[in-house]
């Protein structure tokens, strides 16, 4: 087994709530971009390093304005997903349909990676309202340059079955191309009453999924793994266990998702509590970094130790 690696930087590198986060890349730079919190709809900040992090956009707010169907209320708009393109940027993101009370995708638009985005939609991009709504949006790029978006149904709403799913985007990332594929649904012991916060990385020709189960406002929030052959699945979970779960103070890790840095190394960002503030409004789900390595063809998650 290698040797774990030398990490030299602390969790939590960002000390505000910032929930659900995804980071991207852009030559020297890392934006990263989180649900809602502070008044704005989705935060965004960015980083040289990784570890020293600032706000970025406007006032920090990558999308100011939702468009006119979504409930005029930045705390249902969730889970920002980044697409980067040649000369745009496209920004997957959850938030709620008036008209039907349910959570939908939409996307929105910016010639910048920090924005402003622009959502001039006129209805939602993805709403399965027969399944409860739909959530979690995340792209994913294969090695060939098709890009596909991952996302949840949200049967948590109503007692309805939850499965995460993938689908192809058209190559300007404003459509969808074929039909949905389900990849997974709850079915592991230490997973219910929820899963959800797809990311996928392909390594050694396999398609690696992780994803967040368990109740998001508590300490067993975690997150785990699934393989698959394709980015439209089919996909197995090897194990009944997560790969990331609390660590000390740190607890209720999730909201997780890959990234490459500079130098090709596998990255996850991700969330957690901090002991012994556990859910709102006396807690803040913080950004905190981990290094991935495969290891005998499961992915193997390495943080440095926890700090207060």
């Known amino acids: 087994m290698p040797t774990p690696l030398t990490l030299g930087y602390e969790n939590p590198v960002y000390r505000l709530d910032f929930p659900d986060p995804f980071v991207l890349r852009v030559g020297d730079m890392y934006y990263a971009y989180a649900t809602n919190a502070r008044g704005m709809n989705i935060q965004v900040i960015r980083s040289h390093d990784l570890v020293n992090w600032e706000r970025a956009g406007e006032r920090g707010d990558a999308l100011p ?15 920002p997903g980044v697409l980067a393109l040649p000369n745009e940027y496209i920004l997957y993101y959850v938030t709620r349909f008036a008209q039907a ?121 975690a ?32 909201g997780a998702a890959f990234f490459h840095d500079a130098g090709d190394n596998l990255w996850i960002a991700y969330h957690a509590w901090r002991e ?7 807690g803040m789900r913080r950004l905190y970094l981990a290094r991935v390595e495969f290891e005998s063809g499961a992915p193997v998650v390495y943080r440095p130790e926890a700090h207060p």
């Open 65 to 79: 304005n939702l468009p006119a169907w979504a409930e005029k209320s930045n705390s249902f708009t969730w889970a």
């Open 101 to 221: 009370g349910r959570q939908c995708i939409s996307y929105a638009v910016s010639r910048l990676p920090d924005g402003p985005f622009i959502d001039d939609s006129e209805r939602p991009f993805i709403c399965q309202l027969e399944e409860g709504g739909s959530i979690d949006p995340e792209p994913f790029v294969d090695r060939d340059g098709t890009p596909y978006l991952l996302w949840k149904s949200d049967g948590n709403c109503c007692g309805l079955p939850i499965y995460l799913y993938s689908q192809q985007l058209s190559e300007d990332g404003r459509d969808l191309v074929g039909d949905p594929a389900r990849l997974i649904t709850l079915d592991q012991a230490w997973e219910p009453p929820l899963i959800e916060n797809p990311s996928m990385v392909e390594w050694e020709g396999k398609y690696y999924l992780i994803y967040s189960a368990n109740w998001w406002e508590s300490r067993d929030y």
């Open 223 to 254: 997150v785990g793994y699934a393989v698959c052959d394709t980015p439209r699945g089919p996909c197995v979970k090897p194990q009944n266990e997560p790969i990331l779960s609390s660590a000390g103070i740190h607890v209720g890790t999730g």
């Open 276 to 282: 012994p503030y556990v859910g709102y409004p006396s």
